[in-house]
């Protein structure tokens, strides 16, 4: 037989679920908010040919545009278009972990972003377009070995893009350790 005083707490242990569920959803919300605060960039130095951050000189090298038959023979359906970013670092101290978190994007004139596509599915597209050439790393596997102080890297990412936007697009770059700063060059395409 249950006693009176194991009732008791059996009650006010079910009593107190609803309070318990309701603090695990705002902490965990409150993290969320927290995460996306820290991910938000909103001091963006644009440059039209070389900017330093983050302990390197940053330069845009190369803007390729695929899908329309301009650059290769391929043509996507549709109106979408494969955007490739290539960008060299050269580094003016020791960097560390300071390129953690290293996120390239594109953005428009109208606020849209886009984010890079896949590893490995960049991987196979640069395989595809230069197949002779080891595929170039992007920004995020670039930071778990940055160059050393006075030496390059140079890093890809790939984009698809609605064909509308490419006229505006700027690529955009930042890390965890200096965000909300970032940096950004305007890729003036036609």
Request: aromatic share 6%.
């Amino acid at each position: 037989m249950v006693s009176d005083r194991e009732r008791r707490v059996w009650w006010l242990s079910l009593a107190s679920l609803p309070l318990l569920v309701a603090a695990a959803v705002a902490i965990n919300a409150w993290r969320n908010i927290e995460d996306c605060r820290r991910r938000i960039e909103t001091d963006i130095a644009q440059g039209s040919d070389q900017l330093d951050y983050a302990g390197a000189t940053w330069r845009l090298e190369t803007v390729r545009v695929i899908g329309d038959g301009r650059d290769t023979q391929v043509r996507f359906p549709g109106q979408m278009r494969l955007v490739i970013i290539r960008m060299v670092a050269t580094s003016t101290g020791k960097i560390g972990e300071g390129w953690g978190q290293c996120e390239v994007s594109l953005t428009d004139t109208k606020g849209r972003r886009w984010l890079p596509l896949e590893v490995s599915l960049s991987n196979d597209i640069s395989r595809d377009l230069e197949p002779k050439n080891e595929p170039v790393k992007g920004c995020g596997i670039t930071s778990l070995s940055p160059p050393e102080p006075n030496h390059a890297a140079m890093i890809e990412e790939k984009f698809v893009v609605p064909a509308d936007a490419v006229p505006a697009l700027s690529v955009r770059l930042s890390v965890a350790a200096l965000r909300p700063q970032a940096i950004g060059f305007p890729l003036a395409l036609k």
